[in-house]
């Protein structure tokens, strides 16, 4: 009679630990899930905002780039240099071009 009363009690702290364990495996599963759940959230806000940022400084250098283009025209060099009163001396001017 004690053998069995004894084996009840093995038996019964086996099920005990291995619900103990299930459930604690449940709770790090779900936490583990609901974390990577926000992470990936959090990513892809970021993700986005790094992308607008990207998206701004493109056409900035867009517009930076046109304003030089329209800055170095030719004609607009000349028309400043003539309203500040110098003369144009055809033999004293080289032009540089750009690679583009």
């Keep these: 009679m004690r053998v069995r009363h004894v084996k009840k009690r093995r038996i019964i702290k086996k099920r005990f630990f291995t619900l103990v364990f299930f459930l604690f495996s449940l709770t790090v599963y779900l936490l583990s899930a609901v974390f990577l759940k926000a992470y990936t959230?959090?990513?892809?806000?970021?993700?986005k905002k790094t992308e607008n940022q990207i998206k701004t400084a493109l056409?900035?250098?867009?517009?930076l780039i046109d304003e030089i283009r329209q800055m170095t025209n030719k004609e607009r060099?000349?028309?400043?240099?003539?309203?500040?009163?110098?003369?144009?001396?055809?033999?004293?001017?080289?032009?540089l071009t750009s690679g583009e």
């Design 41 to 47: 959230y959090s990513l892809s806000a970021e993700l």
């Design 59 to 63: 056409q900035t250098q867009d517009n």
């Design 77 to 95: 060099v000349l028309e400043i240099a003539q309203a500040a009163g110098l003369k144009n001396f055809q033999e004293n001017i080289t032009y």
